[in-house]
């Protein structure tokens, strides 16, 4: 039977999501991560709700970045302990389709997910309601930006018995740009600034590594697979 | 024309290599930095703004200058041990990363003890600085990579793509003065055009430059040895090599 490109790239991505859908506690564990560490920032802090404002934008980020890295661990390993990521690369598909249905469908039930109850976790911290879009907007190129470099560090890893530390000490340094002008963008959003530079810097990260990571991530995966 | 290129994959040719010309890098390595020591620490006049505080660049920016080289050079050979499948190539970028992550420890200090007096501050957050910093974070992943696998041949592969993803980082350490706003100095000899320095202050910072990367080389082919008879331990011209 001969399968599309964009059909199995579909059929790939609904085969994630619906793996997801059934497990509702795995979809739902980061994000939870994600509002408990927001929430030890004021408790830790006994800020006053001015000084918690200017460190919202860093909070918010950091938070984000540790609870997408939670999830990333996943990404291939389970296919790969039962020997299903063997028979889709055995498919005649092409890895580099299954890579990058896969990191997609993973961006959608972490990353986007993530946008979305990122305005809860906002006003909480208290950023105003004017930055949202703003804010919305770079953890959406931001979390893309770094399901991607997490797509080469889970395929680096994935034949490893304890790769989750590891995972973050290659993810990490390779995602503090993204940490650095996300929270630039929310930043300047709150005091009232253009945006537009540390946007399009996000942006520019974001096209950047849609295009070549997808290709170092299968390098990894048939590294660690052969 | 190609045969010296396919003796570079032959573990004992490579071997031999190392141990021939280790002395001659570490004599040229003592040389250079002997007279860069010696002529920018005493002979070059004091900077007209920081007195002899500015001393300290003649370790600093040759130790930074070889953080990155190193990375690249690691990012390299890695590279052709992925295409080619030449073991050496792996065997290079292992016996590098150690010597290079040394470096950019060395540069940071160094950084670090120059900032205080100058910035009035040890450390600041400042794009070069970080930049610099995300390097050393890439060499210790690259080679607790390495490390992390049983098969040798695989951590190989592994950390080499890693070391090549990493390589978007050199440019931007480079360029980070420019792009952005930064405490940092501006490049003054790595430019077009002619270098800010007069010569009594320029001619020993090359010196410095080049005698750091000599001894890279001299360490490199120290290293290197024990690398290769590390990874060759099963085979018999170890054996043959280790009893003469």
Redesign the interface.
């Known amino acids: 039977m001969n399968v599309g490109l964009w059909e199995a790239f579909g059929l790939i991505v609904r085969r994630e999501l619906c793996l997801s859908f059934r497990r509702p506690d795995q979809l739902s564990q980061p994000l939870v991560f994600f509002l408990i560490v927001t929430t030890l920032f004021p408790l830790g802090l006994n800020l006053q709700l001015s000084l918690l404002r200017d460190m919202a934008p860093g909070v918010l980020w950091v938070a984000a970045l540790l609870s997408s890295l939670l999830s990333l661990d996943s990404l291939f390993k389970s296919d790969a302990d039962d020997g299903t990521l063997e028979q889709l690369a055995l498919s005649g598909q092409g890895l580099n389709v299954i890579v990058v249905a896969k990191t997609f469908a993973h961006w959608l039930v972490s990353g986007a997910a993530l946008v979305v109850v990122s305005p809860v976790v906002g006003t909480a911290l208290g950023i105003p309601v004017g930055a949202f879009a703003t804010m919305m907007l770079s953890l959406a190129l931001g979390t893309l930006t770094l399901s991607w470099l997490g797509a ?1 560090g889970a395929g ?2 994935v ?2 018995k304890r ?1 989750n530390v ?1 995972l973050s ?2 993810v ?3 995602a ?2 993204l940490l ?1 002008f996300g929270a630039g963008a929310t930043d300047r959003a709150m005091s009232g600034t253009s945006a537009a530079g540390a946007l399009y810097f996000l942006a520019a990260l974001c096209v950047f590594t849609c295009t070549l990571a997808p290709f ?1 991530a299968t ?2 995966l048939r ?2 697979l ?1 | 024309m190609w045969t010296w290129f396919y003796r570079l994959a032959s573990p004992p040719y490579v071997y031999g290599l190392a141990a021939r010309l280790a002395p001659w890098f570490l004599g040229s390595a003592a040389v250079t930095i002997g007279y860069g020591l010696v002529a920018g620490l005493v002979f070059a006049p004091p900077d007209y703004q920081q007195g002899d505080a500015f001393r300290i660049i003649y370790v600093h920016a040759p130790g930074a200058w070889m953080s990155t080289f190193i990375y690249t050079t690691m990012a390299i050979a890695g590279a052709i041990g992925l295409i080619w499948r030449i073991k050496m190539g792996h065997a290079v970028a292992a016996a590098s990363a150690p010597i290079g992550a040394s470096f950019t420890l060395l540069a940071l200090v160094t950084g670090s003890l120059w900032g205080r007096p100058m910035w009035g501050t040890y450390w600041a957050w400042d794009p070069r600085l970080t930049s610099e910093l995300i390097l050393l974070f890439l060499y210790a992943g690259v080679m607790s990579l390495r490390s992390a696998f049983e098969d040798p041949a695989r951590g190989d592969r592994a950390a080499a793509l890693l070391g090549i993803v990493g390589l978007v980082n050199v440019p931007i350490i480079h360029y980070s003065v420019t792009w952005w706003n930064s405490l940092h100095q501006a490049a003054t000899v790595a430019k077009l055009g002619k270098p800010d320095m007069p010569g009594s202050m320029l001619w020993p910072l090359l010196s410095m430059l080049l005698g750091f990367t000599l001894f890279y080389g001299a360490v490199l082919c120290m290293r290197l040895q024990g690398e290769v008879l590390n990874r060759e331990r099963q085979a018999k011209w170890v054996r043959e090599a280790i009893r003469s």
Do not use: D, N, W
């Open positions: 080469i680096l890893t034949g490893l790769g590891l000490l290659i990490l340094p390779l503090m740009p650095i170092a390098a990894a590294i660690t052969e």
